[in-house]
């Protein structure tokens, strides 16, 4: 028994290895494409042209939520489904995205209206057809993840990234204007439905059926109302600021915004779209589960902890390089904004273990918590203090709040685990970060002068020296052995 249960766990870390080398192959690559398109299009447009196109893409989410409702996940997790209840869920999909994405096409005129901008309407109408494949997209590419075939959906993104950011700096450069800014997320939808659908092919119906959807309901109906409650907690920040600050400032809250999100994103999506199908086989053994999770927490509080200190001091090197120098005014933002990076890498690999422990609706309990949280502290920092720094404090305060009840939920409510050894696991990285900041702190107070490119140069290779020399002297990891091994290959 013992030796089954060794080989179990022998075989579910090497798929998950296995997924995580492939995503972040591709993710680490994409990194460096997002940059140089983001890099190119921030010098040909405007800030508060961005800030329109923000205000479209943050519509267009939460229309997404009702085509989705919590399908995806739901197919992922339920391993009784045959290929008549798929092609059955996939034709709600298809009809759902139809409904939704004609719905969006006609609330154009009366959005752009309550924002008061000309060019919205026609932002919005484009920006329906991405509605549109997104929702045609559901089903197969749920059905890759639960195949575990992370090498192709790796690859696929990154060509499908690299399509489409190129062909939005062709647009921009050919005239088309602000309607560039709308083609990378249209014809990535497309692209990845065409793709997907290759793989998995499915048979469209002209009537879904009911016995199919119940499958899966019990689990997506939370998923559903999460990814609701998860919306309007991620983006009420920018729906309020387009309506009530500048769209300037919009503009200049939303590239710090987003360029913090990316190291974010480029690590907790290598590892969380991996988790749910992997760890769904331990539905059944919560203890294996917590376990499981536990090795991932501690890793990836290792790689965050000390890049939110990085990012921290170098944000204004980050956001002059990439977006110019008109771009100033996000520098205080993103700084504090990238103190959150850390929990949030941890935090967002939460959802994968509620859904592998098929607990969506203390998910979605734990997601009205934070949602209380959060729209109050938005609140505060857009009417009481009405600034984009204020509104980035607020934010930072009210994630790590959340951090804190979304794991006690996790552990001592969903698991039945005790959260010592969750808490223990942030020692050692607490302490590498500590030595980062040492060189960081240092380069940042003594060179303020040095050119942009070599002031993040010299951070860089002081904090990388230290973060490495710490992981060695400490023994989390023989880093020394390994190389020396590898030159004796």
Excluded at 103 to 114: K, M, N, T
Excluded at 148 to 172: N, T
Excluded at 212 to 221: C, D, E, G, I
């Amino acid at each position: 028994a013992l030796e089954k249960v060794a080989r179990t766990m022998s075989g579910i870390r090497k798929q998950l290895i296995s997924g995580v080398l492939y995503t972040s192959v591709a993710k680490y690559t994409g990194i460096f494409v997002s940059l140089v398109v983001t890099g190119v299009l921030a010098r040909i447009f405007t800030p508060a042209q961005f800030g329109d196109v923000a205000v479209a893409t943050v519509l267009i989410t939460f229309f997404a939520i009702f085509s989705d409702i919590g399908i995806g996940p739901a197919i992922i997790q339920r391993k009784e489904l045959d290929a008549d209840d798929l092609d059955r869920i996939f034709s709600f999909t298809v009809w759902t995205g139809v409904t939704v994405s004609l719905l969006f096409f006609a609330c154009a005129e009366p959005i752009a209206a309550y924002y008061r901008s000309d060019v919205l309407a026609g932002l919005c109408r484009v920006l329906a057809l991405n509605l549109l494949f997104s929702a045609f997209n559901i089903v197969p590419n749920a059905l890759l993840y639960k195949a575990k075939r992370f090498r192709f959906i790796a690859f696929r993104s990154l060509g499908v990234q690299i399509a489409g950011g190129a062909a939005a700096i062709a647009a921009a450069y050919s005239g088309a204007g602000i309607y560039a800014l709308t083609i990378n997320p249209v014809l990535s939808s497309l692209l990845l439905f065409g793709i997907n659908y290759r793989q998995q092919p499915l048979r469209l119906r002209l009537r879904p059926s009911a016995a199919a959807l119940r499958k899966v309901f019990s689990f997506s109906a939370y998923q559903f109302c999460f990814n609701l409650i998860n919306y309007f907690t991620r983006n009420l920040d920018k729906l309020l600021m387009g309506r009530f600050m500048p769209k300037s400032a919009l503009g200049y809250y939303d590239k710090s915004y987003r360029l913090m999100m990316l190291p974010l994103q480029n690590i907790t999506y290598v590892v969380s779209p991996v988790m749910h199908p992997i760890f769904s086989d331990f539905q059944h053994d919560l203890r294996k589960l917590a376990d499981s999770y536990l090795k991932v927490v501690r890793f990836l509080a290792f790689v965050g902890l000390p890049l939110s200190a990085g990012l921290f001091f170098t944000g204004r090197e980050l956001v002059l390089l990439v977006f110019g120098g008109q771009w100033e005014p996000s520098v205080a933002a993103f700084r504090i904004l990238s103190l959150s990076v850390g929990i949030q890498i941890v935090l967002s690999t939460s959802g994968p273990i509620f859904q592998a422990a098929d607990a969506t609706r203390m998910m979605f309990v734990s997601g009205v918590l934070s949602a209380v949280v959060t729209v109050g502290a938005i609140l505060v920092g857009i009417f009481a203090a009405g600034t984009i720094e204020a509104v980035a404090w607020c934010i930072l305060a009210s994630l790590a709040v959340n951090f804190i009840q979304c794991f006690y939920l996790l552990f001592r409510r969903t698991l039945r685990v005790p959260w010592g050894g969750f808490w223990r696991s942030f020692l050692s990285p607490l302490a590498a970060t500590a030595c980062v900041c040492l060189p960081l702190a240092a380069v940042h107070g003594l060179f303020p002068a040095l050119p942009l490119l070599a002031s993040l140069a010299l951070k860089c290779a002081g904090a990388g020296v230290v973060y490495l020399a710490y992981i060695q002297l400490s023994g989390e990891f023989d880093l020394w052995n390994k190389v020396k091994a590898k030159f004796r290959r």
